[in-house]
């Protein structure tokens, strides 16, 4: 998968919900975690987007166990329709995705390298060693802090702008409801990835935006 220009991606656990997405996103984003038979649903699979399949570990803000969690991550990238795989960066510091990410390259499968803060925003400096430290790993560095203020906002869109601009490809946002415009404005400073629900009933993280929205939001913006 490119991510030279924005990339807008439809979450789901169920990869039946493709052609309501295809309207509007790029790719899917497959929750592995969430899905009861993800390798089983891969196998089915027959709709027209790419896929991101992210298999969100428990310790940050998913539903998958340590227990073969990066197995089945590896496995997905045996699948045609998988384009690029999301790994968690504490996963890749620690040196426990040292396979997975050869298996993704091996297969020209590309890599996400994610960190997420439920907590809050980290100072300016701290967002950008953890976007260049992601960034030394993988084709995307992704970021997603918790919002508490304007100024954390302010932070994040800086941090993507001085990323950017050294070279790096970078997808950020800042959750919460302080931070819910950033998904729509990150791009506009180079954040080459946006996530939004297929249904909005469902959204995986905290301040998304309906698929049709952020997708308007971006295309009007940028």
């Known amino acids: 998968m490119e991510f030279d220009s924005f990339v807008l991606a439809a979450s789901t656990k169920d990869l039946s919900e493709e052609p309501a997405a295809r309207e509007h996103a790029d790719c899917l984003e497959f929750r592995l975690d969430l899905a009861s038979d993800p390798l089983a649903a891969l196998e089915g699979y027959d709709g027209e987007l790419p896929i991101l399949a992210t ?33 968690e960066l504490a996963s890749i510091l620690e040196g426990e995705a040292d396979e997975v990410l050869e298996i993704a390259r091996d297969r020209d499968v590309s890599v996400v390298a994610s960190a997420h803060d439920f907590e809050g925003t980290p100072p300016r400096p701290e967002l950008v060693r953890t976007l260049t430290e992601a960034s030394k790993y993988a084709d995307v560095a992704k970021l997603a802090v918790t919002a508490e203020s304007k100024a954390d906002t302010l932070a994040v869109l800086s941090a993507t702008e001085q990323l950017t601009a050294h070279g790096d ?34 959204a995986t ?13 971006v295309s009007e913006l940028c």
């Open 205 to 217: 993280a905290p301040g998304q935006y309906d698929l049709e929205t952020l997708a308007r939001l």
């Open 55 to 87: 298999n969100r570990a428990e310790w940050e803000g998913g539903e998958a166990t340590d227990d073969g969690r990066l197995e089945t991550l590896a496995e997905a990238t045996g699948f045609d329709a998988v384009s690029a795989i999301d790994v």
């Open 169 to 202: 490809t970078v997808a950020t946002m800042a959750m919460g409801e302080v931070g819910s415009h950033t998904r729509a404005v990150a791009p506009v400073y180079g954040s080459k990835i946006g996530y939004a629900p297929v249904d909005p009933e469902k």
